[in-house]
């Protein structure tokens, strides 16, 4: 339901900075690369609508950076014979320092690959079928640093926090009284409030200060002027939902409800309001 819903309002609403996000470090890790060697990194797991990623990635001797799906690479070790068939994406080759970005497909886990590009070393075989290696060369290691980043709030962090509050809802006998409800007093500018009406005949609906409604009940004559002190209002209407925001000048309010035409026997009319209130670090609200 409406009323059992946390929200969590624009904050602009209440001039409280909006939340600021960034790159932030997440995790390193390090390996020493044989030349031609795979090093899987992380598997990212992209929700319905896809992702990114954000790395950076340092060697000493070149490297050559992709993304392939979890599966594919699952395979691939299961099965060498079909490493060559990888598909990959995100290529970036002949790398020593950088920051890596790739977008990613919805809904499908990939793999952060990174390969050394130096040439194995070579091996002859006989004629008697032997296989040995060439003369040996000094390979120098290859270290690898990935640093992982998370996109993550970085500024302006704890926000106030709303929850809809119903503060009034009934069904009543239609009558050519106004009927009227002292609902609330602002606890700051720009305090939401939801109005829900349905009626068999036109009417019109109203928040208005409370000393302003009061005087309805001993002069219905001044609802014209009466309206002229509220933004929050509508007439000639038999179902509608609207929201107004309020201000704390505006002070005490009350819901109006009155017929625009005669009333017929026994009908009833429905009516609900609710209001937005803050929960939650409600001192960052500028009043």
């Known amino acids: 339901m409406l009323a059992a819903m946390l929200c969590l309002l624009s904050a602009g609403a209440f001039a409280v900075p909006p939340r600021s996000f960034d790159w932030v470090q997440a995790s390193d890790e390090t390996s020493v690369l044989d030349p031609a ?18 790395v950076d990635i340092a ?14 690479w699952t395979d691939a070790q299961q099965h060498p014979e079909s490493a060559p068939n990888l598909t990959f994406s995100c290529v970036r080759e002949h790398v020593l320092s950088t920051t890596y970005e790739c977008a990613l497909p919805p809904s499908t886990p990939m793999v952060l690959l990174v390969r050394d590009e130096r040439a194995p070393r070579r091996v002859v075989q006989t004629r008697w079928g032997v296989i040995v290696e060439t003369a040996r060369q000094y390979m120098p290691p290859n270290n690898l640093h990935i640093t992982y980043y998370r996109w993550d709030c970085v500024a ?13 809802k009934e069904k009543y006998e239609l009558t050519s009284v106004p009927k009227m409800y002292n609902v609330l ?53 038999q179902s509608l939902s609207f929201d107004c925001s309020l201000n704390i000048d505006d002070g005490p309010q009350s819901l109006v ?31």
């Open 257 to 287: 409800v009155i017929p625009d035409t005669g009333v017929p026997s026994h009908k009833k009319a429905s009516v609900e309001l609710q209001t937005l209130r803050c929960t939650a670090n409600c001192e960052l609200i500028t009043k």
């Open 59 to 72: 060697a000493t001797q070149p490297v050559t950076i992709a993304m392939t799906t979890e599966q594919a």
């Open 37 to 54: 060697a795979f090093h899987a990194g992380r598997v990212y797991h992209p929700g319905y609508d896809g992702g990114n990623l954000h």
């Open 156 to 168: 302006n962090c704890v926000q106030p926090e709303f929850l809809w509050t119903r503060l009034v």
């Open 185 to 237: 007093t602002p606890e700051h500018d720009g305090q939401r409030i939801n109005v829900k009406f349905k009626a068999p005949v036109p009417m019109t609906i109203a928040v208005l200060p409370a000393k302003v409604a009061d005087q309805l009940y001993s002069s219905p004559a001044s609802l014209n002027s009466a309206l002229e002190t509220s933004s929050c209002k509508q007439r000639g209407v």
